[in-house]
């Protein structure tokens, strides 16, 4: 069953803007990953948060955890026309270390 | 070097022809999926396999049977292919680690059912 649920839907903005995605879920986690997509590639993994983290930074990527309202966002600064892709979120939860998927948000940064 | 590769790219066939996906991981991960990605890019798991044994069988037709020779491969048969069945399909794979599994994904393979 699909756990988080990436907001908004889709996200255009300009370059060196900051975009900020949003990813709500439903039961308690054990893990929050984040994924990129770019157009017709696989997925690649960006970044891991446990549930007893609250932030986590990689580069231009800033992740927070708030378990108390069951939501994380990433944040991408400074963004580039190659940071244009899809963002997913995924979650796991109890005995399973096997992350679900959200929808994703489709980002679009204009040069 | 490839860490996931996915063969073929582009499948393109008819309704009812019977169709084999591979897949070959060379990061000696234990752990590998299928996942079933539609047209509004929503991403279902359809199985994981450990060691080459069955973990994850989500509510997929028993026409899609998964076929693990070695725990580097785990390849993907669809009998009697459906219009529906029409998606990209991801193999992916993750160390068996119990602390969060980060999985690496293939390329994917479009396939188009006619």
Excluded at chain 1, 17 to 31: L, P, V
Excluded at chain 1, 87 to 98: E, H, M, P, Q
Aim: hydrophobic share 30%; aromatic share 8%; glycine share 6%.
């Amino acid at each position: 069953s699909q756990q988080g649920e990436e907001d908004p839907q889709a996200l255009s903005i300009q370059e060196g803007e900051n975009a900020t995605m949003n990813c709500s879920y439903k039961t308690s986690i054990n893990n929050l990953q984040w994924y990129r997509q770019n157009s017709g590639r696989g997925l690649v993994h960006l970044i891991l948060i446990r549930s007893n983290e609250r932030e986590k930074h990689s580069g231009r990527l800033r992740v927070t955890l708030d378990t108390s309202k069951k939501s994380s966002s990433l944040l991408i600064t400074a963004s580039r026309a190659a940071d244009t892709a899809s963002y997913f979120c995924a979650t796991d939860s109890g005995g399973s270390y096997i992350p679900t998927f959200g929808r994703g948000t489709s980002l679009i940064v204009h040069p | 070097d490839t860490a996931v590769s996915q063969t073929p790219k582009y499948l393109v066939t008819q309704m009812g022809n019977d169709k084999s996906i591979k897949c070959e991981q060379n990061l000696g991960h234990d752990t590998m999926y299928w996942y079933k990605q539609d047209s509004k890019k929503f991403l279902k798991i359809m199985f994981s396999y450990n060691n080459k044994e069955l973990i994850i069988n989500e509510t997929v037709p028993n026409r899609f049977s998964p076929k693990s020779p070695d725990k580097a491969h785990l390849n993907l048969h669809i009998n009697s292919l459906e219009l529906g069945d029409s998606a990209v399909y991801f193999c992916a794979s993750s160390p068996w680690d119990r602390e969060g599994e980060t999985q690496y994904f293939g390329p994917g393979t479009r396939l188009l059912v006619l």
